[in-house]
């Protein structure tokens, strides 16, 4: 099965189980400040064993509940962001949702591409 790479699933090309790991692609609800270089998208590669929540900010405690984030081994084509003040490096989907790129110093995705 071929995939695109816009879509998301688990690295062994089974179709993707939460449509927010794919959106379409859409303004997100946080946009950069005046005179910040616009978000360059790419594909990571969830590395995580138990996998990552989605937050609603760039916050840890902040999860999403509802809807579960990527699991080990799935793909999500995410930015990464660096410029929020009182943050580290985090990952925002086109949806507008959050992903840490770390967790207690340890890696949770690793950038599998960037997306043209």
């Known amino acids: 099965m071929s995939r695109t790479l816009s879509s998301v699933g688990s690295t062994d090309g089974s179709s993707a189980r939460n449509s927010f790991l794919a959106p379409a692609f859409q303004h997100s609800r946080w946009q950069p400040q005046s005179g910040q270089a616009a978000r360059r998208f790419a594909v990571y590669k969830c590395v995580a064993h138990n996998g990552v929540a989605f937050r ?15 699991y080990a081994g ?30 207690d110093g340890q890696h949770k995705f690793q950038l599998i591409k960037y997306v043209a």
Do not use: F
């Open 56 to 70: 609603q900010s760039p916050r840890l405690a902040n999860k999403i509940l509802d809807t579960p984030g990527p």
């Open 74 to 103: 799935e793909l999500v084509v995410a930015a990464l962001v660096t410029d929020v003040p009182g943050a580290e490096k985090w990952l925002q989907t086109k949806a507008g949702r959050w992903l840490p790129l770390t967790i």
